[in-house]
Nanobody, 122 residues
């Protein structure tokens, strides 16, 4: 069992900042990648940012230059620093992790957190 717990969401005015955190726990051997997705009402879930161990981060075009993803590997935690927030950023943000749960490379899978609400007022 792998658990992902998000925190840091809330209400902020346009132009403000928030930092989201996601801590992974449970049967974790290693984490290949962690990322953030979001889903706004009436829209499909979309990738916001993703970071792979030993590689550069990927960002949605809409957040490039405003959001920064980072990892603390020792804590199995991923962060999303969100600056210059816009009303269009309002969504439920979900943490995602690709986790290997044992020394066998085929053991593991993709896990999701419960989501944290980010609301940006205009």
């Amino acid at each position: 069992q792998v658990q992902l717990v998000e925190s840091g969401g809330g209400l902020v005015q346009a132009g403000g900042s928030l930092r989201l955190s996601c801590a992974a726990s449970g049967s974790i051997f290693s984490i290949y990648a962690m990322g953030w997705y979001r889903q706004a009402p009436g829209k499909q879930r979309e990738l916001v940012a993703r970071i792979i161990s030993g590689a550069s981060a990927n960002y949605a075009d809409s957040v490039k230059g405003r959001f920064t993803i980072s990892r603390d590997n020792a804590k199995n935690t991923v962060y999303l620093q969100m600056n210059s927030l816009e009303a269009e950023d309002t969504a439920v943000y979900y943490c995602n992790a690709d986790v290997q749960t044992s020394g066998l490379p085929t053991m593991g899978g993709t896990y999701w957190g419960q989501g944290t609400q980010v609301t940006v007022s205009s």
